[in-house]
């Protein structure tokens, strides 16, 4: 079998260090992401934290790999959901290339490292909300959802 | 009425994205023809409006290039149709596959879901095309719908997709 994960592909008009920005950048996610923020400073090996807007601590990882503005991959754990974090591990991989068109390609391949469905499950309903954001901010100004 | 079981389909494929319209739209957006050639690779879809009906996509030179029945029409929230890709040589034989698209009031905008389900235990590298290709005709749609311009991907050749089709001949 192989192991637990969550692939989602979109296409943006717009370029890599947009899309790049849109979610990593604090003024963007804050926008796209619901609120929170990534707590870290961006380099191979560092710490890295997904903080909600009151302080809280949504996940946490390291910078596994950073190729900007085309690759980023964390190592990920729920932080506040204890029948997430119960899963351990994964591994989040954003991958950003030009498409032979108008448009770049956005790729977003969450893995677990263990066995266990709920954070995958739980991921699943939350990226496609998320890119849904980064795609409408880039193309029209405005996000799609808002919370 | 159909004849078609969807309960002998498992979903094999599903993608979601939020859009900003109204269920209205998207639904429409799916299933009129001004619409789909826009963002759906230059296809105009073909349907008769009913459970029973036929569906189709067509080529720009008018030649069939999906073709199926109509499993569920219940606008503005339901479009489901079997699927059987007729334009490319060795693909018209497979057994059909089931494509149902679901339209829900997200907030203010709309969850669109997509699944394409099979009814035989289908080799992943026959997936693969759909799993490529729908993400952009997806993407594609919204963008036509909250910025008035369908995107123009290019996709590669379905060289995955057309290897496992030989691979099941053989």
Request: cysteine-free; glycine content about 0%; overall charge negative.
């Given at each position: 079998m192989s192991k637990p994960s969550f692939v989602y592909v979109t296409y943006i008009r717009a370029t890599a260090d947009k899309v790049w920005s849109a979610l990593t950048s604090p003024e963007m996610t804050a926008k796209t992401w619901f609120g929170v923020r990534h707590d870290t400073d961006w380099t191979k090996g560092a710490s890295w934290r997904l903080v909600f807007p009151d302080g809280r601590v949504a996940d946490s990882g390291e910078?596994?790999?950073?190729?900007?503005p085309r690759r980023l991959v964390l190592k990920w754990r729920n932080e506040f959901k204890p029948e997430l974090k119960a899963e351990g591990w994964s591994r989040c991989t954003i991958e950003i290339e030009p498409a032979s068109g108008d448009a770049v390609k956005l790729t977003v391949t969450h893995q677990l490292d263990g066995e266990g469905d709920k954070l995958i499950k739980a991921v699943s309903g939350g990226w496609p909300r998320i890119l849904s954001n980064v795609k409408s901010l880039l193309e029209t100004g405005d996000t799609v959802m808002k919370d | 009425m159909t004849m078609i079981d969807v309960t002998r389909f498992t979903p094999k494929t599903v993608y979601v994205t939020y859009i900003a319209a109204t269920p209205e739209k998207v639904f429409r957006a799916l299933t009129e023809a001004e619409f789909t050639r826009a963002y759906f690779s230059g296809l105009a879809v073909k349907i008769e409006p009913k459970t029973g009906g036929t569906f189709q996509l067509l080529a720009p030179d008018g030649s069939v290039h999906i073709e199926g029945e109509v499993v569920e029409w219940s606008p503005p929230r339901r479009f489901a149709c079997t699927w059987t890709v007729a334009g490319m040589p060795g693909f018209r034989d497979l057994p059909a596959c089931l494509v149902t698209y679901d339209i829900e009031q997200a907030g203010d905008a709309v969850r669109l879901t997509m699944t394409e389900a099979h009814q035989w235990d289908i080799p992943d590298g026959l997936l693969s095309g759909g799993r490529a290709g729908w993400p952009a005709i997806l993407s594609s749609l919204k963008s036509l719908l909250e910025g008035g311009k369908a995107l123009t991907i290019k996709m590669e050749a379905p060289t995955e997709m057309l290897a496992a089709l030989a691979a099941l001949k053989r």
């Open positions: 910078i596994l790999e950073i190729d900007k | -």
